[in-house]
């Protein structure tokens, strides 16, 4: 079992930068891949970003990429999204989750087993 636990959300102008974090604790966490996904009210929860579990490689929703990057510090346990040029429509619920390495279905909220309780970023106009 793994409890994943995210911080670093908050108010941001747009044009800004946040970087949001992911801890997890309770398993092998450098045998997960990891990914980042957000829900905005009204929305279905959709895919951002995802990392391999040795860190490798990486993936990008097109709406984020080129802007956010995802990063991973396994002797530290942790996952983390930078966001840079926020725009107000990235403002949402952000929630790090964890899939077994052998999934290849990084996009698919399906695909993930653990998911921690989310992290509130607002991007003001």
């Known amino acids: 079992q793994v409890q994943l636990v995210e911080s670093g959300g908050g108010l941001v102008q747009a044009g800004g930068s946040l970087r949001v974090s992911c801890v997890g604790s309770?398993?092998?966490?450098?045998?997960?891949?990891m990914g980042w996904f957000r829900q905005a009210p009204g929305k279905e929860r959709e895919f951002v970003a995802a990392?391999?579990?040795?860190?490798?490689?990486?993936y990008y929703a097109d709406s984020v990429k080129g802007r956010f990057t995802i990063s991973r510090d396994n002797a530290k346990n942790t996952v983390y999204l930078q966001m840079n040029s926020l725009k107000p429509e990235d403002t949402a619920v952000y929630y790090c989750?964890?899939?077994?390495?052998?999934?290849?279905?990084?996009?698919?909220?399906?695909?993930?087993?653990?998911w921690g309780q989310g992290t509130q970023v607002t991007v003001s106009s």
């Open positions: 990392i391999s579990a040795g860190g490798r490689s990486t």
């Open positions: 309770g398993g092998t966490f450098r045998m997960y891949a």
């Open positions: 989750a964890a899939r077994p390495a052998s999934s290849v279905r990084v996009g698919v909220t399906g695909s993930y087993d653990y």
